[in-house]
Every structure is written in structure tokens, then in C-alpha cells.
């Protein structure tokens, strides 16, 4: 048989077995609503984790990427740096934590850090992300300071930084509200927050897998209060441990709502839990099919999120790359070798680099548009 004779019995099988999703009656009224650019309900965002096949998931997933995003799948030029990883918590899924005591903790002082962004001085980064362990001595005025000094050295440099729960624990350690706290960081030259620690707002799962750290309740104030005082943030969810649909979809269901009030929200990151070195090994990890299934409803769901970041170094370049077709567009950064917190769960890249070069041409493989953004998902 001639390959394109080929191609089209494989094409009508493949149609043939749509049409038999589609013939289900509620999952053809979500197609109908997806493909008219109307909301889903958590309803019908749950019937689409539990009854929606993989295919038609990718079809739904790449109606609302190409409305909201085109062809275009974004990338940004930045590097990691992480402070400490000595933490006063001890979240159940963490690989990265350590006390002081063992080897394999590190904590830089800001010189150090300073260190860091100086070996960037010659190359056309736009973007530096810190995040790292809630340090028990250190309160808002030292990373204050610390990105003061960094401004100073390279003012157009935009900074990302610290999750809700490092947020949280500097700012009341300095003795300030919430809103104080952030104007100050702002007024320090923080220019976006980081979408971690969010994991699941879930409170039964949350006790059960994070029970120190910030509620899910003070996690979206800060990221209101952010918003309110022109700060944007980024949103992610720890999924493929002990949650459900149900909690994922409750999950979603927060940001979106939350979303609806502010629109600070840039980008939405899933971060698939990573088993390696952390109590909750036992669990194991859920399939790349899990994965792309995850992309599509979360693309799906939250159709007021611009974004949909696959983040590379924790899923491997293959999956980010596949999940461009399943509602993600941007794959985060050209990451220079110096994010940890996925090589101690078990991520297979030991040191995450990829040059532009390399990133664009994935997404050209793919067949999309490979496009340079700043922090802003503005066109570089
Ligand atoms: O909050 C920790 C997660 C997050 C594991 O905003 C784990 O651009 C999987 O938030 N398996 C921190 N995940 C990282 C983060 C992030 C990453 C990339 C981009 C952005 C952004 C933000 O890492 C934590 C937690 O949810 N995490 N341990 C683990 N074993
Ligand atoms: Fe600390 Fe963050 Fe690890 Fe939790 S996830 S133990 S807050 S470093």
C-alpha cells in the first residue's frame, strides 16, 4: 500500500475512534463548550480526568493553546540560584532540604550569590530565579539586601523570587503585615514571585504532606497582595502523590478564581512529584501519560492563565517537548547548571543546561514557533 494510502486508513481509524468519545454525551457537550471558548465547570473538568482519552485530550488542550497562544511556544534566558537548602520545615515530598549539620547542605552568603550573577556578566540572560529553603536566621531586610546588591550590579536584570513560603516566613520575621512586607521587596527591586510552595491547596492532603508550612489560604493572600501592588507571580501544583482528580480540580478551580479577580497571574507550572530521596518514595511516580493528561486539563481549566510552563528539568526535554501539543507553550528557561531541587528528587539531568540554540530547535521539532520572551512574555 502507498505510505499516503497508509496515512489516511490510519487517519480514519484514529477519526473513528474519536467519534466514539465523542459520542458520549457529556464529553461531546465539553468538546462543544471547549471549541465555542466557553468554561468548563469543575464538573466537567473532573469528567475529563476520569473519562477523556488521550487523544481528544490533545485536541481540547490545543484548541485553548492556539487561541490563547498561536503557534508560539515561548522560552526565556535565565539562570537559578538558591540560597540555602537548610530549611525549618520538612515537607514529606522534599528531596532538598538538609539539615546544618549534613554534608550535603549549603547555604552562600551574598557575596557568593553575587558570584553567581557575575559569571553572567557576559552573556544576554534577562532573568535570574531564586528560590531555595526557608533559612531559619534570615528575614526580609537579607534577601532584601541581597537583591538590592543584585539590581545594583545589573539593574536590568529581572527578579524573581522566593516562593509564598519563604515570603511568608521573611516577612514575619521582620515584623511586618503581609502588604508591608511585599511593598518593601518591591521597593528592594523584587520585580515577580515564583509559583511554589502552592502543592496542593487541598487541606486534608496538605496536612498530610506538608503540615508545617504556610496554609493554602495564606499562600493565595500573598499572591492577592502581590497582584494588588503590581506584582505578578507564577501558580504550580505538586501532582501524582496522594491527591485525587478531585483535589486537582480544586486546586484549579482556586487559581482560577483567584485569577478572575487579580489577572496577575502569568503562568500556571504542574510539577509532576519526583520520588527520589524523600519519604514518599513508597509512592512511586505516575506516567508520562499522566503527565500529558495533566497538561491538557490544567490548559483546559484554567482558561483565564495565559501560560502553561512545562518545566524542563523536572520533566526531561522529551515530555516538555510532547507537552507543547497538550496545552503547554512555553518551556521555561536556557537554566544554567544550578537548580538542584530536581536533581536531588530524581530527575534524570544532573545538571540542566540548554542553550537557546538547543531549546529552539525542540520546539521546531515539534512543530511550533520557537519565540524568545522576557519575564513578561514579552518578545525578546
Ligand atoms: O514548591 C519539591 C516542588 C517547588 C519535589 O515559578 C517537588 O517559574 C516534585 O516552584 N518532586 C519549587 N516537585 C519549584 C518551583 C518552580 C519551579 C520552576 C519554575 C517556577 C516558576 C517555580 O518544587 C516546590 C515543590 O512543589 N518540589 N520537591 C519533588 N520531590
Ligand atoms: Fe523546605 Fe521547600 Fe523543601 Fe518544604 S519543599 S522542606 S519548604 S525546601
Given at each position: 500500500?502507498?505510505?499516503?494510502?497508509?496515512?489516511?486508513?490510519?487517519?480514519?481509524?484514529?477519526?473513528?475512534?474519536?467519534q466514539s468519545q465523542i459520542s458520549?454525551?457529556?464529553?461531546?457537550?465539553?468538546?462543544?463548550?471547549?471549541?465555542?471558548?466557553?468554561?468548563?465547570?469543575?464538573?466537567?473538568?473532573?469528567?475529563?480526568?476520569?473519562?477523556?482519552?488521550?487523544?481528544?485530550?490533545?485536541?481540547?488542550?490545543?484548541?485553548?493553546?492556539?487561541?490563547?497562544?498561536?503557534?508560539?511556544?515561548?522560552?526565556?534566558?535565565?539562570?537559578?540560584?538558591?540560597?540555602?537548602?537548610?530549611?525549618?520545615?520538612?515537607?514529606?515530598?522534599?528531596?532538598?532540604?538538609?539539615?546544618?549539620?549534613?554534608?550535603?547542605?549549603?547555604?552562600?552568603?551574598?557575596?557568593?550569590?553575587?558570584?553567581?550573577?557575575?559569571?553572567?556578566?557576559?552573556?544576554?540572560?534577562?532573568?535570574?530565579?531564586?528560590?531555595?529553603?526557608?533559612?531559619?536566621?534570615?528575614?526580609?531586610?537579607?534577601?532584601?539586601?541581597?537583591?538590592?546588591?543584585?539590581?545594583?550590579?545589573?539593574?536590568?536584570?529581572?527578579?524573581?523570587?522566593?516562593?509564598?513560603?519563604?515570603?511568608?516566613?521573611?516577612?514575619?520575621?521582620?515584623?511586618?503585615?503581609?502588604?508591608?512586607g511585599l511593598q518593601q521587596l518591591?521597593?528592594?527591586?523584587?520585580?515577580?514571585?515564583?509559583?511554589?510552595?502552592?502543592?496542593?491547596?487541598?487541606?486534608?492532603?496538605?496536612?498530610?504532606?506538608?503540615?508545617?508550612?504556610?496554609?493554602?489560604?495564606?499562600?493565595?493572600?500573598?499572591?492577592?497582595?502581590?497582584?494588588?501592588?503590581?506584582?505578578?507571580?507564577?501558580?504550580?501544583?505538586?501532582?501524582?502523590?496522594?491527591?485525587?482528580?478531585?483535589?486537582?480540580?480544586?486546586?484549579?478551580?482556586?487559581?482560577?478564581?483567584?485569577?478572575?479577580?487579580?489577572?496577575?497571574?502569568?503562568?500556571?507550572?504542574?510539577?509532576?512529584?519526583?520520588?527520589?530521596?524523600?519519604?514518599?518514595?513508597?509512592?512511586?511516580?505516575?506516567?508520562?501519560?499522566?503527565?500529558?493528561?495533566?497538561?491538557?486539563?490544567?490548559?483546559?481549566?484554567?482558561?483565564?492563565?495565559?501560560?502553561?510552563?512545562?518545566?524542563?528539568?523536572?520533566?526531561?526535554?522529551?515530555?516538555?517537548?510532547?507537552?507543547?501539543?497538550?496545552?503547554?507553550?512555553?518551556?521555561?528557561?536556557?537554566?544554567?547548571?544550578?537548580?538542584?531541587?530536581?536533581?536531588?528528587?530524581?530527575?534524570?539531568?544532573?545538571?540542566?543546561?540548554?542553550?537557546?540554540?538547543?531549546?529552539?530547535?525542540?520546539?521546531?521539532?515539534?512543530?511550533?514557533?520557537?519565540?524568545?520572551?522576557d519575564s513578561l512574555y514579552n518578545?525578546?
Amino acid at each position: 500500500m502507498a505510505p499516503f494510502l497508509l496515512n489516511l486508513r490510519h487517519l480514519h481509524d484514529y477519526m473513528t475512534g474519536l467519534q466514539s468519545q465523542i459520542s458520549d454525551n457529556d464529553i461531546r457537550q465539553i468538546y462543544s463548550k471547549v471549541s465555542d471558548g466557553l468554561r468548563i465547570t469543575p464538573e466537567e473538568g473532573l469528567l475529563l480526568y476520569q473519562k477523556c482519552d488521550l487523544p481528544l485530550l490533545g485536541i481540547m488542550s490545543s484548541i485553548v493553546r492556539r487561541r490563547m497562544n498561536g503557534n508560539l511556544a515561548f522560552f526565556n534566558r535565565n539562570f537559578h540560584i538558591e540560597p540555602t537548602n537548610k530549611c525549618v520545615y520538612n515537607c514529606r515530598f522534599c528531596s532538598y532540604h538538609k539539615p546544618a549539620w549534613d554534608p550535603e547542605s549549603w547555604e552562600y552568603s551574598h557575596e557568593q550569590m553575587l558570584d553567581i550573577v557575575k559569571q553572567f556578566d557576559s552573556k544576554p540572560v534577562t532573568e535570574v530565579h531564586i528560590v531555595g529553603g526557608v533559612h531559619p536566621a534570615h528575614d526580609l531586610h537579607y534577601y532584601g539586601t541581597l537583591i538590592s546588591k543584585i539590581k545594583q550590579h545589573r539593574p536590568s536584570l529581572h527578579v524573581k523570587a522566593f516562593s509564598a513560603i519563604e515570603l511568608d516566613y521573611m516577612i514575619s520575621k521582620a515584623g511586618l503585615t503581609i502588604e508591608e512586607g511585599l511593598q518593601q521587596l518591591k521597593e528592594y527591586g523584587l520585580d515577580s514571585i515564583p509559583g511554589g510552595g502552592a502543592e496542593i491547596f487541598d487541606e486534608k492532603i496538605r496536612e498530610k504532606i506538608c503540615d508545617e508550612k504556610s496554609s493554602s489560604e495564606l499562600w493565595l493572600t500573598i499572591h492577592e497582595t502581590a497582584h494588588n501592588l503590581g506584582i505578578p507571580s507564577n501558580a504550580t501544583m505538586l501532582y501524582g502523590h496522594i491527591e485525587n482528580y478531585s483535589h486537582r480540580i480544586d486546586h484549579l478551580e482556586r487559581l482560577r478564581s483567584l485569577q478572575d479577580k487579580t489577572s496577575g497571574f502569568n503562568a500556571f507550572i504542574p510539577l509532576k512529584y519526583r520520588k527520589a530521596n524523600n519519604s514518599m518514595s513508597y509512592l512511586g511516580e505516575v506516567s508520562v501519560i499522566e503527565d500529558l493528561r495533566n497538561y491538557a486539563v490544567s490548559r483546559i481549566y484554567l482558561d483565564n492563565i495565559p501560560h502553561i510552563k512545562a518545566y524542563w528539568p523536572m520533566t526531561g526535554k522529551e515530555i516538555a517537548q510532547l507537552s507543547l501539543s497538550f496545552g503547554a507553550d512555553d518551556l521555561d528557561g536556557t537554566i544554567d547548571d544550578t537548580t538542584r531541587i530536581y536533581s536531588m528528587a530524581g530527575a534524570e539531568d544532573k545538571n540542566p543546561a540548554m542553550s537557546s540554540e538547543e531549546i529552539s530547535s525542540l520546539i521546531l521539532e515539534a512543530g511550533f514557533e520557537p519565540t524568545e520572551r522576557d519575564s513578561l512574555y514579552n518578545r525578546v
